[in-house]
């Protein structure tokens, strides 16, 4: 029988998108959250689920070493990679990308610095506005970037906007709308399409 392999983007997209695998009548043979465990079996046979940082999904997806993946559409913006479909938008994990900087910065004139860890995202957003920046590539807490004079903006997620609140950082720009999408391997959607199909329509219909 045909192996799928789905897998999740661990942190805050994997808490929303447990209950709708629930929901779709797919359950893990262990508890995740309280595992420390990377791969699980579940209830339907020869279907199993990974537990991957979201950077990390599109890659996996991409080689065909996951079938389906689910990532947020920040993550598949910067992914480079492609070989894969974007076949559902979840509509869940909600939040912006957004450009940010501290309060009193006024509009500068000249190259300014961007920090972010959407390099690829960022470098395409200011080009096509006609900005000259240059870009600093950072992992997390972003927001500390432009507090400490290591850049004039950054380019990060924005849900609630306490984070950036809470280091006197304003947003600016809104660049996209992010949400978690169900992503599908090229190859796999061809060589294992029913099988596939069937899963893509359990998530739908528990939308
Ligand atoms: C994201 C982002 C911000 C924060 C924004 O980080 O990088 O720091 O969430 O959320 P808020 O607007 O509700 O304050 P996350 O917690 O996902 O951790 P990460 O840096 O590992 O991505």
Request: aromatic share 6%.
């Given at each position: 029988?045909?192996?799928?392999?789905?897998?999740?983007?661990?942190?805050?997209?994997?808490?929303?998108?447990?209950?709708?695998?629930?929901?779709?009548?797919?359950?893990?043979?262990?508890?995740?959250?309280?595992?420390?465990?990377?791969?699980?079996?579940?209830?339907?046979?020869?279907?199993?689920?990974?537990?991957?940082?979201?950077?990390?999904?599109?890659?996996?997806?991409?080689?065909?070493?996951?079938?389906m993946?689910i990532?947020?559409?920040?993550?598949?913006?910067?992914?480079?990679?492609?070989?894969?479909?974007?076949s559902l938008?979840l509509?869940?994990?909600?939040?912006?990308?957004?450009?940010?900087?501290?309060?009193?910065?006024?509009?500068?004139?000249?190259?300014?610095?961007?920090?972010?860890?959407?390099?690829?995202?960022?470098?395409?957003?200011?080009?096509?506005?006609?900005?000259?920046?240059?870009?600093?590539?950072?992992?997390?807490?972003?927001?500390?970037?432009?507090?400490?004079?290591?850049?004039?903006?950054?380019?990060?997620?924005?849900?609630?906007?306490?984070?950036?609140?809470?280091?006197?950082?304003?947003?600016?720009?809104?660049?996209?709308?992010?949400?978690?999408r169900l992503i599908?391997?090229?190859?796999?959607?061809?060589?294992?399409?029913?099988?596939?199909?069937?899963?893509i329509?359990?998530l739908?219909?528990?939308?």
């Amino acid at each position: 029988m045909t192996q799928i392999t789905l897998a999740l983007t661990k942190g805050r997209i994997l808490k929303e998108v447990l209950p709708l695998l629930e929901t779709s009548g797919i359950r893990p043979s262990q508890d995740i959250a309280g595992s420390r465990k990377l791969v699980f079996q579940t209830n339907i046979e020869n279907f199993r689920l990974l537990i991957l940082r979201g950077v990390d999904v599109p890659t996996y997806v991409q080689f065909g070493a996951a079938d389906m993946g689910i990532a947020g559409k920040d993550i598949l913006l910067e992914d480079a990679g492609g070989g894969y479909y974007e076949s559902l938008d979840l509509d869940m994990a909600r939040c912006r990308l957004m450009t940010a900087s501290s309060k009193d910065t006024g509009i500068g004139e000249g190259r300014i610095i961007v920090a972010t860890k959407y390099i690829n995202v960022a470098r395409k957003y200011y080009a096509q506005k006609g900005r000259q920046a240059e870009f600093i590539k950072l992992y997390g807490a972003m927001e500390l970037a432009p507090v400490l004079g290591l850049a004039d903006e950054i380019v990060d997620i924005v849900d609630t906007g306490n984070t950036l609140k809470a280091h006197g950082l304003v947003t600016k720009e809104l660049i996209a709308n992010v949400s978690a999408r169900l992503i599908v391997n090229k190859t796999a959607m061809k060589t294992k399409f029913e099988v596939i199909q069937a899963i893509i329509d359990r998530l739908r219909g528990a939308l």
